[in-house]
């Protein structure tokens, strides 16, 4: 179909439902972060849906947190802190873990004041969700 993403390249690329154009925004948005996190240094929010495959991350992060004590991995796990909207507030990293954005919800709303789920708004399936701190523990 005219404007869509060529099965050829769906077959070894980050999933996206996008026409070709969107698709492409997309990819150079993946590769702005990856070019970002290569030439200065990783960000202390990191954009978790920028990922082609998401669990080799937050297993990294983990090895990470694992390596620097000296302890199994298999020890090793996340508590999930909800934090604000805007991850620019992070300007360093979190103590341990990782701080993710872009995670999206579906079928409810958030409410950021009262930092909960609450019902979704009529006719609208996503929403985006908070920064979420993964502490390593």
Wanted: some cysteine.
């Amino acid at each position: 179909a005219i404007g869509a993403v060529p099965a050829m390249w769906k077959g070894c690329s980050f999933p996206c439902l996008k026409p070709v154009a969107g698709y492409f925004q997309e990819l150079l948005d993946r590769l702005a972060m990856l070019q970002k996190w290569h030439d200065v240094a990783a960000p202390t929010v990191f954009w978790v849906s920028g990922f082609f495959f998401t669990p080799a991350f937050l297993t990294a992060a983990l090895q990470n947190f694992a390596r620097a004590r000296n302890i199994p991995i298999d020890t090793v796990d996340y508590d999930f802190k909800v934090m604000g909207m805007d991850p620019s507030k992070y300007t360093t990293s979190p103590p341990t873990g990782v701080y993710i954005h872009g995670i999206y919800l579906e079928g409810c709303g958030y409410d950021a004041t009262n930092e909960q789920l609450c019902e979704s708004q009529p006719k609208v399936l996503y929403v985006p969700g908070p920064v979420l701190w993964l502490e390593a523990k």
